[in-house]
């Protein structure tokens, strides 16, 4: 059997593509377990099929709406000032 049309067939399903939670880690350069803790907390949706965990595209694209409205919390403008080592005069 041609190897496309079970990849194809594997991934595509009535509710569009499906990712998991391995692949969204890849997109969004996080670790998995980021990924499952999304899951877990309630901020990306993700289907359950037995044991497996899949991420529809279109509940990606939404979390990923949601990321673009909320800084990272490494982002500069808010991050916490560096601690001041000890025995360094403080301004």
């Known amino acids: 059997m041609d190897q496309s049309?079970?990849?194809?067939?594997?991934?595509e399903s009535p509710m569009g593509q499906l990712y998991?939670?391995?692949e969204v880690a890849r997109f969004l350069r996080?670790?998995?377990r980021a990924v499952q803790?999304?899951?877990?907390d309630g901020m990306l949706t993700a289907?359950?099929?037995g044991r497996?965990?899949?991420?529809?595209?279109?509940?990606?694209?939404a979390f990923g709406e949601v990321l673009a409205r909320h800084p990272h919390p490494t982002d500069t403008a808010t991050a916490s000032p560096a601690?001041?080592?000890?025995?360094?005069a403080q301004e």
């Open 5 to 11: 049309v079970i990849r194809s067939a594997a991934t």
């Open 20 to 22: 998991t939670v391995e």
């Open 30 to 32: 996080v670790s998995p």
């Open 37 to 40: 803790v999304w899951i877990r």
């Open 47 to 49: 289907v359950r099929y």
């Open 52 to 61: 497996l965990l899949r991420i529809r595209q279109a509940d990606l694209v």
């Open 83 to 88: 601690p001041v080592p000890a025995g360094a």
